[in-house]
């Protein structure tokens, strides 16, 4: 998979890019990432990508003169097409099936926005998507940028050591991740379960799926919607939810 990003700030990204899952996908040839600095696609000695806005208000607005000229140079420098993302707040809201999605792609671009953000026009004849990293407000898209792209890499095939982490995460099956537990088997008094110990893979199965369905419903009770629960387990959580 090959991401483009546009931005403002390519340096914002140049340590959580160089550690960890994302470093080794690079590495591996999973994923392949670009950077791009919107500045050098501006016009004049000053090289200014913003302006005040038309009709008054504060803050200053991203041109669509260089982010057009980037974008469309960008795009020249691969065969491959995919989404053109504009980081917004006021797109789509970005969650693990938007992550997916977004992973079946052989190419994604990602706009960065600034300052009070793009000029109209950016939205309406650049972005073929844009998503929200939230219900709250960032200085720019880069931040939100980062989080996309984490949460993209993640779903890649070979990103993560093992196949089964990916399947095992919180939301993918609709509902919070059972809390985890690793050695030793007491700490302080406080031992680990014991069906955890046990050996037996379906008493462990089992407890970890009801403990999915307890932090869901006390945690995010809008999730258990979607979850598809069967009779049993919606029978079992009305028994044991306090």
């Not at 696609?41 to 008054?56: C, L, N, Q, S």
Request: negative net charge.
């Amino acid at each position: 998979m090959r991401i483009d990003i546009l931005t403002l700030f390519p340096g914002m990204f140049s340590g959580p890019f160089d550690e960890s899952i994302i470093k080794r996908a690079v590495e591996g040839g999973i994923v392949s990432i670009h950077l791009h600095d919107i500045r050098q696609w501006a016009k004049g000695r000053h090289k200014v990508v913003d302006d005040y806005p038309y009709g008054g208000g504060p803050g200053m607005v991203l041109k669509p003169e260089p982010v057009l000229a980037a974008a469309e140079a960008v795009l020249e420098m691969a065969p491959e097409r995919g989404p053109i993302v504009l980081l917004s707040p006021i797109g789509r809201r970005f969650d693990h099936q938007v992550a997916v999605e977004l992973s079946r792609q052989r190419r994604l671009t990602l706009l960065c926005g600034h300052y009070e953000g793009c000029d109209a026009r950016v939205h309406e004849h650049l972005a073929t998507d844009e998503i929200s990293v939230g219900d709250y407000v960032l200085s720019g898209g880069e931040m939100a940028a980062m989080v996309v792209v984490d949460a993209v890499v993640r779903q890649l095939p070979g990103a993560l050591g093992s196949p089964q982490s990916a399947l095992e995460e919180s939301f993918v099956q609709g509902l919070l991740e059972a809390p985890p537990y690793t050695r030793p088997p007491d700490f302080r008094g406080w031992p680990v379960p014991e069906v955890l110990l046990s050996g037996n893979h379906q008493e462990v199965a089992r407890w970890r799926r009801r403990r999915n369905l307890l932090l869901t419903a006390r945690r995010r009770p809008d999730l258990l919607a979607r979850a598809g629960l069967s009779d049993e387990e919606k029978e079992w959580l009305a028994r044991n939810l306090d």
